[in-house]
Each structure stands twice: as structure tokens, then as C-alpha cells.
């Protein structure tokens, strides 16, 4: 039975708080660590007008409510495509109110800018019980809508399914920009106090809509989004129960180093050094794909144009014999010395002359081919990398005319990889400190309320690597004495690419095995992925070869299990292979 919920403001001692530095009165409410047994949410509902919550959430310490308005059913939707402008498809999500609001509104000291922790909350006037902390990617900076969805075409969302979802600018206003470095606090925002200072607010907010706080509270986003969810998955546990982490920026910082050497790699080979493209080309990229999968398609039974048993793979395949190596001119069908060189040494990861690693390996695996890959490793190195790596992981910033986007190129990794671990009297938290999970081996306070955690990842993203994943889950099982699956589980998604794309069944519906991981117990041994080739009604993946069904299923295994084809088997569907 739903419950009916009292909208009545709460005359209780927040409603006295003045605006203290944030929330200090808010956080004595997180809840205890108790609790461990699996227990599912209770939905209830909130049947006033949207716009009377303006009133119902007034006195909030430190938080400004700017509008609180009413979306009808149908004018979200979720799942289908745009075509033309235009909304093909898809589910109607269900009426909600949008709030939309402020936290810790300031002037910065140093460059005297306007800061805000500016957010939406998205409450369906249908409530499901749950929180839904949605966190964005890349930079931050504008507060994107607070749908919770995921994958390259989203088949359901988090507000889809009835959660009270927030998403946040995590603290600036820069739109992508990096500007927000120069501010200390934006920084620490950007990190992970924006998590902090959002959470009771958050919470506070669902208990005066819906006269309870959340009975489960969830944490999901990809990129640093997926970041945002691990750090809080350490920092913050006792507020969350399952943790989202799609292709989560472990050490983003050295991963943004690890991008500008790299584009120092290619622009020794690239033939046009105003494209950094022309060092190893769409059609050299495809020459590569082919050697990989002619050397690794089968390992798992299917000749099928993926790779998923990614581990023997890298065993298996070798760049310098199973690519041909130009004898003439290059010509797309194959690659020079020095072009093998170099995409070697970033396959295999920088490391300082001492030896120590600064970034991770990444594995060889198809999806290279995907324009995703290419974003990463030829355009985003310049456009963003140089100004995220100056700008806020450094200390202290330096301008963007002063490190401009051929600044990189002559500035040596020792020096480059120097800079997240620098700090000043003015910034004296270093971006290693600020951006990374704290201890991420260490989710004991997470598992002993019962909490679960569920990562995904490309096996072909170019900047966050899939071995950042699978050796954070290694190390955590270590620690874990061999039981952190009870707990813990990585899905890689073989072929695909950043957070989607790439030849890859790259639309699924991670939210839901969580929930149920969470809430009754039952873990996830597989996620069923779909592709989104012509007809099947969502956002179309024009990467797909033309050979595969464009509706094919493949379960996403979690490591180390791999999909496995079962002979007899239909080769386009999921129930064909088994994990093992
Ligand atoms: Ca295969």
C-alpha cells in the first residue's frame, strides 16, 4: 500500500539552523551502521502540487530552492532516439516535480567569481523509496537532467523506475571549462565535498516531500561520474547502499597525464602535426582491429567480432608480428616501426625512468576502430587534458595561455606526472588526495551495512582503463581474502568504448541487479547487453558491423568470468553463452 505523505513542513530544529558553514545539524542525521540483512525499499507518494514545495522546503541550511516546478507525464522519455529534433520511442517516464536549487552560494576569494553547488532534484510524484545520487562526467560544471540513465542507449533510467534522483554541477560553473581551479574550495567541490555537502540536503529534501528519508540510497554515474560514486563509496558509505561505477577515473589525474604523453607519442609519428589523427588513422586503426581479432575472436568459441576473453588475448596477440609493417608508403594496411613503437608504449602505459608506473596498461581489444577511441586519444588530450591537468590538478594553476594546447608537447612526463601530487599554502590539498577514492581497497564501512558495488567498463576505453578496474577488484578480493565478489563485482563490456559505443552490446540496465543485489540479496552472475543496430528502436550505433544482428544480446560476465559460447547455440543471443 502507498503510503500517504504528509507535506507539512517539519517544524523540527532544522527549520532554527541558521546557515551555518554547511549542514553541520544535517549531518548528525546520517544513519547508523547497522543492518547488514538485505532490505527492500517501501514506495510512498507525494501528492501535492509541485510548485507548493517551494514553501515545504524553505529553511534549509545553506541551500537556496530556486524553482520547484511540475513535469507532466510523456514530456521525459526514456529509452528511443531523436530524430530530426524530434523524440522517436522510448517509455513515457511519469509526472515528477523538478526542484531546482543552490548550495553554499559564494564569492571565491581568490578569483573573485561566483561558486555554487547548483542541483535538480527530480521527485516522481510515484515514489519507489530510493535515492538515486546521479554523478555526471568530464568536468562537471552544469547540472545535467537528473534522469539516472546509463549506457550507450539507455533502456530504462533511475527516475524511470521511480527513484528520487539528484544531479549536481559538483560545485562550478564553468560548463567543461577548468577555469574552477583557481578556486580552492572548487576544487575539493569538483573532488568530493560537493558529494558531501549535497547528500543531507538531499535527504532532507525526501523526508520533508515524502515524510521519510530514503529507505536505499544509490550512487551511479560513468567517467567521474563513476568516480564521483567510488569516492563516495569511501567517504560517504554510511549514506549509501549500492554503488554505480561505470567506467570509473581511478587516479583521473595521472590518467589526464597519461593523455598529454601520449599525444606526445603520436605527434612524433603523426604526418600533420595540427592533427594528431594522422599518427595512426581510422583505416590503420581497423588494420589493427582485424589482426586482433583474427589472433583472439575464437578464444572464446564465437568467431563473432568480440573478444571476450580480453586475459588470453593479450597473451595471444602481438602487435609487431600480427600487424604487417610497411615496406613502402603507409596505405592504411599497415603500420611503420616507429608507428608500432609508439602504440605499443601506450598500450603498455607510462612509467618514469625510475620504473614507477603513472598510469595503468590497457588491453588490445577491437574496439580500437570505435570514433570514441579516436576522441580520446587524438582530440581531448589537447582540449581538455591540458587545461584539467594545469589548471586544477596542479599547484599552483597555471593559466590556459600559459599551458596552451602545445604547451604539453615539450614538458617532460617527470615533470607532467609531478604536478597532481603538488601542493601550496593556497591549494594545500594535492588532486591525488582530492580526486581519488581514499583507501578504495578498504569498503569495509560499505560491506558491513549490507552495501553493494557494481563497476562496468569499456574493454576499449582509451582514457580510463579497463585494468584500473580489474586490478582495483584484484586488489580488493586480495584484501578481501577471496570474498569480495560477495560484495564487489566488475562487468566488463568487451569492444566498447568510453561509457558506450564501439562494436559492443553497450545498452543494458545496470540499476536493476543492483537493486536486487542491495535489496534482496540476490547477486548478479550476468547483465544482459543488447546492440543497437537499425530497428531496434533506440539511439542508433553506427559502429556495428554489418554482420551482426542488430538486436544482438551477450551477457556481460563479471571477472574474472568470461561469456563463453555454447556449441548449437544461436550465435546472436545472450542465452547461447554461459559465464565461466
Ligand atoms: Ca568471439
Known sequence: MRRRTDTTPLPTRLAATPCAPLLAALLLAVPSLAAAQPRAAVPASFEGDCASLLATLSGLPGTTITAATTIPAGAVMAGGRQVDGRHVGGEAVAAHCRVLGTVNERTSPVDGRAYG?????????????????????GLDGSVLPALAEFGGGPVTGGLHQ??????????????????????????????????????PVAREIIRRVYGKLPDRSYFGGCSNGGRHALVAATRYAAWYDGILAGAPAFTLPMSSVAQLWGAQRYLSVATDPANLGTAFTPA???????????????????????????????????????????????????????????????????????????????????????????????TLPEARSTFSVGMIFKA??????????????????????????????????????????????????????????????GVSDAVFSVNTSINWFRDLDAAQGGRAAEFARVFPVPGMAHCSAGPA????????????????????????????????????????????????TRPLCPYPQVARFVEGGNLEDAGSFACR
Not at 532534484?121 to 538515486?132: D, E, Q, S, V
Not at 597555471?398 to 601550496?424: I, K, Q, V, W
Request: glycine letters at 10%.
Open 505 to 552: 552490446t553497450d545498452q543494458f540496465d545496470a540499476i536493476t541487479p543492483l537493486v536486487r543485489w542491495v535489496e534482496e540479496g540476490i547477486a548478479p552472475d550476468r547483465i544482459v547487453a543488447s546492440a543497437r543496430g537499425p530497428g531496434t528502436g533506440g539511439a542508433l550505433n553506427a559502429e556495428l558491423p554489418a554482420d551482426w544482428a542488430p538486436n544482438r
Open 284 to 378: 590503420e586503426r581497423r588494420t589493427v582491429a582485424r589482426a586482433i581479432l583474427n589472433r583472439c575472436d575464437a578464444l572464446d568459441g564465437a568467431a563473432d567480432g568480440i573478444v571476450q576473453d580480453t586475459a588470453r588475448c593479450q597473451a595471444a596477440f602481438d602487435l609487431r608480428r600480427d600487424v604487417p609493417s610497411c615496406t613502402g608508403a603507409r596505405d592504411g594496411s599497415c603500420l611503420t616501426e616507429a608507428q608500432k613503437d609508439v602504440v605499443a608504449s601506450i598500450y603498455a602505459g607510462p612509467a618514469l625512468a625510475d620504473g614507477r608506473r603513472v598510469y595503468s596498461s590497457f588491453p588490445y581489444d577491437p574496439g580500437l576502430s570505435a570514433a570514441n577511441w579516436a576522441l580520446w586519444e587524438f
Open 162 to 199: 521511480g527513484f528520487a534522483v539528484l544531479s549536481s554541477n559538483a560545485g562550478n560553473r564553468d560548463r567543461g571549462e577548468a577555469n574552477f581551479g583557481a578556486d580552492p574550495q572548487a576544487r575539493l567541490d569538483y573532488g568530493y565535498q560537493a558529494v558531501g555537502s549535497l547528500t
Open 117 to 137: 553547488i547548483d542541483f535538480e532534484m527530480r521527485l516522481p510524484l510515484r515514489w519507489n523509496g530510493r535515492f538515486f545520487h546521479q554523478g555526471n562526467g
Open 396 to 457: 599552483p594553476p597555471e593559466s590556459m595561455t600559459e599551458f596552451d594546447r602545445r604547451g604539453f608537447a615539450t614538458r617532460p612526463l617527470e615533470t607532467l606526472a609531478s604536478y597532481p601530487t603538488s601542493t601550496t599554502p593556497l591549494y594545500p590539498v594535492a588532486a591525488m588526495s582530492f580526486m581519488n577514492p581514499v583507501n578504495p581497497t578498504d569498503l569495509s564501512a560499505l560491506r558491513d551495512r549490507g552495501g553493494r558495488i557494481l563497476l562496468y567498463h
